[in-house]
């Protein structure tokens, strides 16, 4: 099961956070951790490199995107490879969503377009969707018609 997407921002403030089958008692505790796992790390990491980590029996995959950090946490069969595959089509949903690689204030002002992306791809702690060109046809945000 994916238990948490996360996007921040490179001084750790939360931007975007999913979790899935994780208490919400737990939920500060891994926003703490992931935060504090990105500034060790990720200073001086280029775009899309990937970075693995364990806690718990569980397995975080994460990486910088422009301005934005990503955070993936899986357990069971959401081991690293699993995850790298999952942080890949959602780093390829969020440079389609804003054009190009963004920076925090692109990333909000695509945040609608972000949040639905991730909707299509991760669904209830599955991956659903990988087809990029799937996720962008069920994204597709259309003006109401006239009856």
């Known amino acids: 099961m994916l238990l948490a997407v996360l996007f921040s921002?490179?001084?750790?403030?939360i931007l975007v956070e999913r979790f899935h089958g994780v208490?919400?008692?737990?939920?500060?505790?891994w926003r703490s951790f992931l935060v504090k796992l990105g500034a060790d790390n990720l200073k001086g990491a280029k775009n899309e490199e990937l970075f693995?980590?364990?806690h718990k029996s569980v397995y975080i995959v994460y990486t910088?995107?422009?301005?934005?950090?990503?955070y993936i946490v899986g357990k069971d069969e959401?081991?690293?490879?699993?995850?790298s595959e999952v942080i890949y089509v959602i780093t390829s949903a969020v440079?389609?969503?804003c054009g190009k690689v963004p920076t925090e204030r692109l990333f909000l002002d695509k945040y609608g377009?972000?949040?639905?992306?991730?909707?299509?791809?991760v669904w209830k702690g599955m991956l659903e969707n990988t087809d990029?060109?799937?996720i962008k046809r069920l994204v597709r945000l259309k003006a109401p018609t006239e009856f």
């Open 23 to 29: 208490p919400a008692e737990e939920r500060l505790h």
């Open 113 to 121: 377009k972000i949040c639905l992306c991730l909707d299509e791809i």
């Open 95 to 97: 440079k389609d969503a």
């Open 52 to 54: 693995v980590a364990s």
């Open 64 to 70: 910088v995107l422009g301005d934005v950090c990503i």
């Open 78 to 83: 959401y081991d690293e490879l699993a995850l």
């Open 9 to 13: 921002n490179s001084e750790g403030n």
């Open 132 to 134: 990029k060109d799937r």
